[in-house]
């Protein structure tokens, strides 16, 4: 890594009041005495972390993510700010993203977010259907998304990003069409759509198990996901990431690129994951051990003091992923000349026979101007790609 590239700041808030049906989160419901302690030991991990890795690289996005990290008093995320702008050197247009349960939203909250320097929200709006807000366990109702959005506008706070999600029980194409429809109204910046995932543990695998619930037809989910792209296409959004559409290019997560682009990021918190100078760390996922781990961390300081894991990287999984999550780029995939750029070998002298096995397959296609990407119809079935790389 050199000094100059651009460094970004992952915050977990391992916060909810309650815990959705499909969530496999690291969160914890019912926890929230031990936010004023949380915060200190993240606040601690931070300092530590810039003290011992000395790293005078520009901060270019800073990302609060949960958990529900809109439970967070704006004290004390002005607080975390203001540690992260005293230990790290914060560009001045920094992205700095709050993610948002739009049933927390007022207008005093608002208006202190923007005001400490929050420049993005990601709202988790879900679904416009009241049903599937229920037995999704959401905290919040359709209402409450749009005065959330009302207030953010009002605010200033115009970078916003809707999260919904697809393939859930009881859904219908209908229901979809409404929920995709009601986000396009919001005129949000950015959406993110993700498919559902039936989770070991969740309430919602207990229920479908029990017979209460019923999946969804695989074909009908991926109905729902076409139906969205074209919808979204022809509404003017960029379809840039395998879940992701921004109004325009500079609209685009750039918190999230830092990952897909394997630029280097650092990870405060519980379950936090980082990536820098060639070494992955993953955090311990429990609250108590992590603040034990904090605890510990003030008498004998290291750096990552809160990972459970410390993985370093030989050149082979740096390329791979390198690869991998390019592809995720659905308009700039992967680039040879950037390959080579950063390794400093060919694409093809590296990976010459798994290009060649899923050009034959017809997952992927070359552009005009040699970069390689997915085909537009094999974006549901990504992973395949995927594979490929993972294998060598
Ligand atoms: S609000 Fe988000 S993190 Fe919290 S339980 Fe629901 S899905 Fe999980």
């Known amino acids: 890594m050199s000094i100059n590239d651009p460094l970004s700041l992952y915050i977990h808030i391992p916060f909810c009041v309650t815990r959705c049906s499909y969530c496999d989160f690291t969160t914890f419901a019912g926890k929230l005495e031990l936010v004023p302690e949380y915060i200190e030991a993240l606040k601690l991990e931070i300092e530590m972390n810039s003290d011992l890795l000395c790293l005078q690289n520009p901060v270019h996005s800073i990302y609060f993510g949960g958990g529900t990290p809109s439970l967070i008093r704006i004290e004390d995320l002005e607080s975390i700010l203001h540690t992260i702008r005293s230990n790290f050197q914060v560009q001045a247009d920094a992205e700095i993203t709050l993610e948002m349960n739009p049933g927390d939203a007022n207008k005093n909250y608002v208006q202190e977010l ?10 988790g709006m879900q679904s416009s259907n009241p049903d599937e807000l229920e037995i999704m366990g959401r905290r919040h109702s359709l209402e409450q998304t749009f005065e959330a959005v009302r207030l953010l506008k009002e605010s200033g706070l115009e970078n916003f990003s809707v999260d919904l999600i697809y393939g ?10 409404n929920s995709i429809h009601s986000a396009i109204s919001l005129n949000p910046a950015h959406i993110s759509l993700y498919a559902l995932s039936i989770e070991e543990g969740t309430l919602l695998q207990k229920r479908i198990f029990e017979g209460k619930l019923q999946p969804i037809d695989e074909d009908i989910s991926a109905d ?14 960029i379809h840039y990431e395998i879940a992701n559409w921004a109004k325009d290019s500079k609209l685009q ?3 999230n690129m830092q990952y897909w682009l394997t630029q280097p990021y650092l990870g405060f918190g519980t379950g936090a994951h980082g990536n820098i100078d060639h070494v992955r760390t993953v955090n311990v996922s429990t609250i108590d051990e992590y603040l034990e781990s904090m605890k510990l961390a003030q008498k004998n300081r290291l ?4 990972s459970r894991e410390i993985i370093s ?21 992967v680039d040879p000349a950037n390959f080579k750029h950063r390794f400093g070998i060919e694409l093809d002298d590296v990976f010459h ?15 005009s101007d040699r970069r390689l990407r997915l085909k537009n119809e094999t974006v549901l079935v990504a992973n395949q790609v995927f594979m490929e790389f993972v294998s060598v």
């Open 253 to 255: 997560s750039r918190h």
């Open 313 to 333: 990287q030989t050149e082979m999984m740096e390329m791979q992923d390198f690869v991998m999550l390019r592809f995720r780029m659905l308009q700039t995939g």
């Open 224 to 237: 729902m996901y076409d139906y969205a792209e074209e919808l979204l296409r022809n509404s003017g959004f």
């Open 303 to 306: 750096v990552f003091p809160a």
């Open 168 to 177: 859930f029980p009881t859904q219908t194409m209908q229901s979809w069409q």
């Open 114 to 123: 923007h005001h400490i320097g929050i420049n993005r929200i990601s709202l």
């Open 353 to 367: 026979y798994e290009i060649e096995r899923l050009l034959h397959k017809n997952l992927i296609e070359v552009t």
